[in-house]
């Protein structure tokens, strides 16, 4: 052996400063839209030779196998070994990220399409008096459970919201010993099953010999509520620069003035959103108010007296009842909730935008 | 210059923040009461729950917790959670097990992927889906997804219905399985678990992501070597945080779940189930005292396992993230 042969292999340079390689962004595109167009030509051409081909099956069985095998494909040939994993990493985050989205999506179109059947003035006017499971759409509405809803969230902000930024005060700047404990408290809270909070609010009314009022209901929403306020407005709290504080503080403002003065204007959009994230999280909420009040056919504008309708128990009352016409009215509901569940989400991003 | 001889550097002052004047001990004072309602608000629920609940745990003993009946007209009236305590945890795992996967994804998909508009409009969506309440969810999981549901249902029924047992099913009708429902919760779970993730996935160090790319690993490669170590912690607290939300959800599997007290171990398309929650909404309005002291009782045991799993995971997820100071 005259000289020993190492066997080498030159890299490639790739250039990734290179212009776009027109080819590959061909081909890319093929790969991409090719599965999808055979996928549907085999659905509509079965389904017109009067096959009945099955969508769920053709998704799984057809598209994604083929749409995996062109993008191995196309992978293997730009960017080599690597390419495939590559492809499969892809194929599957935008098939199941869409697949999420579908989902969404089908929630949003089934209450705005069926709720938009129910909705009318008379929905929101008018309450359920004379109003059976049958009755026809044009009679009757929710306009009493929109009125119980109102009071009874306005109720539990009023007496949740003080409570919810005492706790974020607390542990952003009162420095107190707690924190870790009273963090991890409202951690736990936030876990609570929402029939949980309606169970012990009723086994307070049957300790006291209460009866079920619209209170009751503000009560059992309490609990839920308490962890979103105190832990958004903590954030909040929190995104108010350290520097600020300590300058008020230097200044020999005692820490009550510098909290009212420079830090909770500084937060107020922050605590502004944690409010409306916290009214958005039990305007929906079912399950207490199924356990601690009682469906109203009639409007009642005294939340400490009586039973009291609200939205939730309003739909589910209908939909229980299983007509046809009682399930569009729970859609209608159910269209209403989430319009004010929407507007003030929106109102959430709109107040959280400003300060950015 | 260095300190001569035996000159020390005296320790470093700690800054205390004591309230001395009397407008800041009620400052103070408010918000600590504010603070310890938390600690009093979880005992009160903890104790008021107790004490109705006592009766029944008495006249029930253990067998409260694995017997398989349910009788309030029966003397003495037998009052036994076994089947929904499995029906629970069996719900809520299965939809862990199908949320999972779909929350990495739009995780990644967020963080990773798509453009800085798709991924904002994404991101807004999902908190929108995080919004939508329970009830709109369970009328849609009853009314427009059930059907698609059950049918796939009947497909795992009729390609995979060789595999013994657990896609056991007898008849034509698919509806109220916990293969429904464990669909209908990863819905309301999917969120919960895309948001720890994608936060944890956005304080990931960018350097070592290009390191590794710039090692030559391909996205793959990067994802499972370098991303999902470091993000684990945090995904596995995320996906626990949606078990407890899971184990928790009521109403939507109220409407999607039928409620039979006989222990479905593993079937998941047989229409045999039921969840704790779901059977104190049913039960309640109906129940005599004695029963409803019962409901307390499954509430309470709800209420501790739910407890128990939310501090794991937030015990983990706290842990997943050394970087962050309190």
Known sequence: ?356 | MSPQGDTKIPARRQLVTKPSRRADKVFFGLTSVAANFSIVLILLILGFLLFQAWPAFQSQGFSFFSGETWDSSATPQIFQIGPMLWGSVLVALLGMVIALPLAISLAYFIEFMAARKIAAVATTLVDLLAAIPSIVIGLWGFAVFGPVAQHWAALLHDYLGWIPYVFYHEGSNYGGSPFIAGLVVSVMIVPIITSVTREIFSQMDRDVINASIALGAGRAATFRKVILPTASGGIVGGALLGLGRALGETIAIFFVLNLVFHINFFQVINGEGGTVASMIVSKFGEADAPERSALMASGIVLFVLTLLISALSSYIVKKAQPWRTN
């Open chain 1, 1 to 356: 052996m005259t000289a020993t042969q190492i066997q080498t292999s030159t890299i490639k340079p790739t250039n990734p400063w290179a212009k776009r390689n027109k080819a590959r962004t061909r081909d890319v595109a093929v790969a991409s839209v090719l599965p999808a167009i055979l996928a549907a030509a085999v659905y509509f051409v079965g389904t017109a030779m009067g096959a009945t081909v099955d969508p769920a099956v053709l998704l799984i069985l057809g598209f994604l196998p083929l749409q995996l095998v062109s993008a191995f494909v196309v992978g293997k040939k730009y960017y080599g070994r690597h390419g495939r994993e590559d492809a499969l990493l892809i194929v599957v985050t935008i098939f199941l990220s869409t697949f999420v989205m579908v989902l969404l999506l089908s929630v949003l179109w089934s209450v705005i399409s069926a709720g938009a059947i129910a909705l009318r003035p008379s929905f929101i006017l008018q309450n359920s008096h004379y109003i059976s499971g049958t009755t026809s759409l044009d009679y009757g509405g929710a306009g009493h459970a929109i009125i119980g809803t109102v009071l009874a969230v306005a109720i539990a902000t009023i007496l949740t919201v003080p409570l919810g930024f005492g706790i974020a005060v607390y542990l952003t700047e009162t420095g107190g010993k707690a924190r870790g404990l009273i963090r991890t408290l409202v951690q736990a809270l936030s876990g609570l099953p929402s029939v949980v909070s309606g169970l012990f609010i009723y086994s307070i009314l049957v300790l006291m010999g209460w009866q079920t009022t619209g209170f009751s209901g503000s009560l059992a929403l309490l609990p839920l509520m308490l962890p979103t306020v105190s832990r958004v407005s903590e954030e909040a709290l929190r995104l108010v620069p350290v520097d600020l504080r300590n300058g008020a503080l230097a200044l020999g403002s005692p820490t009550w003035q510098a909290f009212a003065k420079v830090v909770f204007p500084a937060a107020r959009s922050g605590l502004l959103t944690a409010v409306l994230l916290g009214v958005a999280r039990i305007v929906g909420e079912t399950a207490p108010l199924v356990l601690t009040t009682t469906y109203n056919n009639d409007t009642n504008l005294n939340p400490f007296n009586g039973p009291m309708a609200m939205l939730p128990t309003f739909i589910f009352g209908y939909i229980r009842n299983m007509y046809d016409t009682s399930i569009q009215r729970g859609w209608g509901g159910c269209l209403v909730i989430m319009i004010l569940v929407g507007v003030l989400f929106v109102g959430a991003r709109v107040a959280n935008r400003k300060k950015k």
